[in-house]
Every structure is written in structure tokens, then in C-alpha cells.
């Protein structure tokens, strides 16, 4: 996106899915372990409004300031050829119904019974964009946006890599958030 290249997803770029921040979800089970009477339920994060991969791909666009790119959608034999050689492919044929059809979570009950509000859609998308733009913009490797999941490129670890790799610090707050509520 930032090189201004085309951008690959899965499945389907123009089916409506609620994209959950890491953030939200850490914010979502130390509300959860705090209350006894949320003890025993099934939570669906607070999520901003559905939007396509398209919609994201174009919003993340906007906020970083390029022009939008093609959007092209990885049918499910395309991720079934390609998990051959890429472990990591490989294990996206199991989340393909995500993205292949409308995906809409309905989160009301944690909003009301939690009093959690999902992040506004700014400032994840930003948080998606800075370890970019603190590396000036290099685009090494690929980002998928739905994990906040990085790749170093090729050559190994560089530190411009290992700075791409902090994007999954969200990861690592939502393991010290549950730390924190569990103690």
C-alpha cells in the first residue's frame, strides 16, 4: 500500500466484516474478569462499524496520505495452492469464511454490560501505519491488518524489520493487561 503496489486479501474485498482491535479485546477480557457476572459468558469485543477490506484498504490510504491501490480478493484455491509452500497461507483456509461472506459481530452486550466503546477507527489505522512511519515509510514485508501480524523482509532481521515487528506490541499489551486484571 505505502510503495503504491496492489494489495492481495482474503476472499472477498467488498464483503462487509468487523475488525477487531488488539487493544479492544485486551480492554474486553480485563472488563470481563473484573465483573463476576460476566464470569462464564461469551463477549464479542466492541468493534467500530463494518467495513469491506476495500473500505479499510482505502481508509488506511487516506490516513497515510498515498493513493488508494487495486484491491484483489485470494480465492480459496489460491490459498489452498499457495498454503503448500507458506505455512503461514496455509493456516488461513480455516478463518476463509471471515472474509468470504458478511462477517458482522454483534457486540451490544459488552458495550451495555461492560461499558467498553471499540477505538476509534483513526486511531487504529494509525497505530497500524506507525511502525512505518517511524522506519520513513519503508514498506518491507507485508502487514495483514486483521492480526496486526508482521514479516521481516528477505534479508533477515534488520532493525527496520524488527521496528515493523513492533506492530504486534498490541499483542504483548493485551498479555500484560489480562496479567494485570488476573492479579
Given at each position: 500500500l505505502l510503495a503504491?503496489?496492489?494489495v492481495r486479501v482474503l476472499g472477498n474485498?467488498?464483503?462487509?466484516?468487523?475488525?477487531?482491535y488488539t487493544h479492544d479485546a485486551?480492554?474486553?477480557?480485563?472488563?470481563?474478569?473484573?465483573?463476576?457476572?460476566a464470569w462464564g459468558k461469551a463477549w464479542h469485543t466492541p468493534s467500530n462499524p463494518p467495513r469491506t477490506q476495500r473500505e479499510a484498504i482505502g481508509d488506511?490510504?487516506?490516513?497515510?496520505?498515498?493513493?488508494?491501490?487495486?484491491?484483489?480478493?485470494?480465492?480459496?484455491?489460491m490459498i489452498t495452492g499457495v498454503g503448500l509452500f507458506v505455512?503461514?497461507?496455509?493456516?488461513?483456509?480455516?478463518?476463509?469464511?471471515?472474509?468470504?461472506?458478511?462477517?458482522?459481530?454483534?457486540?451490544?452486550?459488552a458495550r451495555t454490560e461492560l461499558g467498553?466503546?471499540?477505538?476509534?477507527?483513526?486511531?487504529?489505522?494509525?497505530?497500524?501505519?506507525?511502525?512505518?512511519?517511524?522506519?520513513?515509510?519503508q514498506p518491507w514485508g507485508w502487514v495483514i491488518s486483521v492480526g496486526m501480524t508482521t514479516r521481516s523482509n528477505s534479508s533477515g532481521s534488520t532493525p527496520s524489520a524488527r521496528a515493523a515487528s513492533r506492530s504486534g506490541r498490541s499483542s504483548r499489551v493485551a498479555r500484560c493487561a489480562i496479567a494485570a486484571a488476573l492479579s
Amino acid at each position: 500500500l505505502l510503495a503504491g503496489k496492489g494489495v492481495r486479501v482474503l476472499g472477498n474485498p467488498d464483503v462487509a466484516h468487523s475488525w477487531t482491535y488488539t487493544h479492544d479485546a485486551a480492554r474486553t477480557l480485563v472488563a470481563a474478569a473484573a465483573s463476576e457476572q460476566a464470569w462464564g459468558k461469551a463477549w464479542h469485543t466492541p468493534s467500530n462499524p463494518p467495513r469491506t477490506q476495500r473500505e479499510a484498504i482505502g481508509d488506511l490510504a487516506q490516513i497515510a496520505g498515498v493513493d488508494m491501490v487495486p484491491v484483489k480478493g485470494m480465492s480459496r484455491g489460491m490459498i489452498t495452492g499457495v498454503g503448500l509452500f507458506v505455512p503461514m497461507v496455509r493456516e488461513l483456509k480455516e478463518t476463509y469464511h471471515q472474509f468470504d461472506a458478511p462477517f458482522v459481530l454483534d457486540d451490544s452486550a459488552a458495550r451495555t454490560e461492560l461499558g467498553i466503546e471499540p477505538t476509534d477507527w483513526k486511531i487504529v489505522l494509525n497505530d497500524h501505519l506507525s511502525p512505518f512511519e517511524q522506519m520513513g515509510r519503508q514498506p518491507w514485508g507485508w502487514v495483514i491488518s486483521v492480526g496486526m501480524t508482521t514479516r521481516s523482509n528477505s534479508s533477515g532481521s534488520t532493525p527496520s524489520a524488527r521496528a515493523a515487528s513492533r506492530s504486534g506490541r498490541s499483542s504483548r499489551v493485551a498479555r500484560c493487561a489480562i496479567a494485570a486484571a488476573l492479579s
